[in-house]
T-cell receptor, first 108, second 112 residues
């Protein structure tokens, strides 16, 4: 069993739809990262959160430390949101365990 | 512009021919890491460094070496590449006390 699991693996949506991507982990952590990998391959850090909720534009990330679960929501999705979304959890000073990613495609 | 650069971006080589992938950051970050990304396996950490001359193994260090002689540079060395090292490689850095990682653009390596 993977220590960090994401669902779904693939997701398609129509422009404007509300998107939810889930991340569950089995290791004990105090924080979680959400990353975005563009179709060209580049990776950008979206959020790091240790409790509650964070919002950046149309992106909202929530985490429940007790349930070891985090969600990434995209409101009013747009084709430019098409990317792979990856969650990662730290388990040492600079060690990260990554989920295998959720590939999102948003069609106009 | 704050960035992490990697070179080369694409490389096709043959088994056993030593190669180095360079990584450089201009943000004075203490922490640097190397990852490989493979289909179905996601990103996996190869090596990381907490400062100059301080490096440690990640989850998949076999077949790789690193060095950190200068704060800005963290090269990845494959002494004798093999086909199972064909992958997409990312370098990343972050500052002490922060959690945001800055990733390089990636290096796609093919070992024949």
């Amino acid at each position: 069993k993977n220590e960090v699991e994401q669902s779904p693996q693939n997701l398609t949506a129509q422009e404007g739809e509300f998107i939810t991507i889930n991340c569950s982990y089995s290791v004990g952590i105090s924080a979680l990262h959400w990353l975005q990998q563009h179709p060209g391959g580049g990776i950008v850090s979206l959020f790091m959160l240790s409790s509650g909720k964070k919002k950046h534009g149309r992106l909202i990330a929530t985490i429940n430390i007790q349930e070891k679960h985090s969600s990434l929501h995209i409101t009013a999705s747009h084709p430019r949101d098409s990317a792979v979304y990856i969650c990662a959890v730290p388990y040492n000073t600079d060690k990260l365990i990554f989920g295998t990613g959720t590939r999102l495609q948003v069609f106009p | 512009e704050a960035q992490v650069t990697q070179n080369p971006r694409y490389l096709i080589t043959v088994t056993g021919k030593k190669l180095t992938v360079t990584c450089s950051q201009n943000m004075n970050h203490e922490y640097m890491s190397w990852y490989r990304q493979d289909p179905g396996l996601g990103l996996r950490q190869i090596y990381y460094s907490m400062n100059v001359e301080v490096t440690d193994k990640g989850d998949v260090p076999e077949g790789y070496k690193v060095s950190r002689k200068e704060k800005r540079n963290f090269p990845l060395i494959l002494e004798s590449p093999s086909p199972n090292q064909t992958s997409l490689y990312f370098c990343a850095s972050r500052n002490r006390g922060t959690d945001t990682q800055y990733f390089g653009p990636g290096t796609r390596l093919t070992v024949l």
